[in-house]
């Protein structure tokens, strides 16, 4: 009994120990918010076309039964990262031959069509979520996100923020390239 | 005069404060449901800047999510239908008011069991210094008598004067 009493600093220490070596991990970031959405189906939804882009708008019917898996990224004209991110965007639906579906956010349609047409549009399908309604459904928290939906119309994977950097984009390609191998099996 | 003054500045820079985020278009025609609006609206956390319900924010987002939480009520959903909508599209993250079930058991309970670790702690220390104090156990009778011979020997008598 005496010897356990001597023994709880000791384990106290070594809990508060590792308690403090997970919170200065450098690679946590505080700040991220965990997504339920992972691994489940994405949320129903309808949304109309961008008049004057050529592409169609779409529903959650469009996520399912694609034979591998999309990419479906919240933008507006207005954000400007989103600026930044196009360029990658751009370049993964080039070299990967993956499909990029957008939800263009909060946007009046002449904006976003004079912004696509600026830098170029890299989305398959674009839908309107004028009001945002749509966005809050996918559970979103600023644009833009990016989220890896299954062939079945499972989200597997969110990427708060652009896609930009080393990191990121390290981070978004495993997971693609994840998604696309389960999609084989 | 001053005082007036004062009075009066405290009361511009207060009601600044105090300004509400929800504007006036949002807000719901009968009292009784803007309400209970404004009580869910209150434990549902701003998902931009985290540690603000979205009642008081003036964040984009969270004036959707105002809007989204007065249609559902407008659509006869409970209170907590309405909460449970917005957990399930943010989890319980934008719930301000932690749930109490599996995932959150050490949160509730790890301030309780860290009490009462500490004091049972503290009480058998206190109790332990304690013991040291109480009566010591009888001399055997051997110690006895070694002290008896000790006080008995008889003193080195030095000379009385």
Same mark, same amino acid.
């Given at each position: 009994m005496k010897r356990l009493l001597f023994a709880t600093p000791v384990l106290v220490a070594l809990v508060f120990g590792a308690f403090f070596l997970w919170g200065l991990? =450098?690679? #946590? +970031?505080?700040n991220t918010i965990p997504s339920v959405l992972i691994s489940r189906p994405a949320p129903v939804f309808t949304l109309p076309e961008v008049a004057g882009t050529g592409v169609p708008g779409f529903s #959650? +019917?469009? $996520?399912?039964?694609?034979d591998a898996p999309v990419i479906v990224n919240i933008f507006a004209s207005w954000c400007v990262p989103c600026r930044a991110e196009h360029a990658v965007l751009t370049r993964l639906v080039a070299e990967e031959g993956v499909q990029l579906f957008g939800i263009?956010?909060? +946007?009046e349609p002449e904006d976003a069509l004079r912004w696509l047409n600026e830098l170029g549009n890299p989305y398959a399908r674009i839908g309107s979520d004028i009001d945002g309604r749509v966005a809050l459904d996918w559970g $979103?928290?600023?644009? =833009?996100e990016t989220f890896i939906v299954g062939p079945d119309g499972t989200v597997l994977y969110k990427h708060v923020g652009p896609v930009l950097g080393d990191a990121a984009l390290r981070d978004f390609t495993t997971a693609l390239a994840q998604a696309r191998q389960a999609g084989m099996s | 005069m001053n005082n007036q003054i004062l009075f009066a500045l405290a009361v511009m820079l207060t009601s600044a404060t105090i300004a509400?985020?929800?504007e006036p278009d949002e807000m719901l025609a009968d009292p009784a449901l803007e309400a209970r609006a404004r009580e869910v609206s209150q434990q549902l956390r701003c998902v931009v800047c985290q540690n603000q319900d979205i009642d008081s924010s003036n964040a984009g987002i969270a004036r959707d999510m105002r809007v989204l939480v007065r249609e559902r009520i407008v659509a006869g959903d409970s209170n907590s239908e309405v909460l449970d909508a917005m957990v399930v599209r943010y989890?319980?993250?934008?719930?301000l008011r932690p749930p109490f079930n599996t995932l959150t058991y050490a949160l509730w309970v790890a301030p309780l069991a860290l009490l009462l670790l500490a004091a049972s702690i503290g009480i058998t220390v206190i109790r332990q210094a304690r013991r040291t104090h109480e009566q010591p156990d009888e001399l055997t009778t051997e110690e006895e008598n070694a002290l008896r011979s000790v006080i008995d020997t008889q003193l080195p008598t030095e000379s009385r004067q």
């Open positions: 991990n =450098p690679e #946590r +970031d505080p #959650r +019917d469009n $996520l399912e039964g694609n263009n956010y909060q +946007d $979103l928290t600023g644009v =833009p | 509400l985020a929800v989890g319980n993250y934008v719930l």
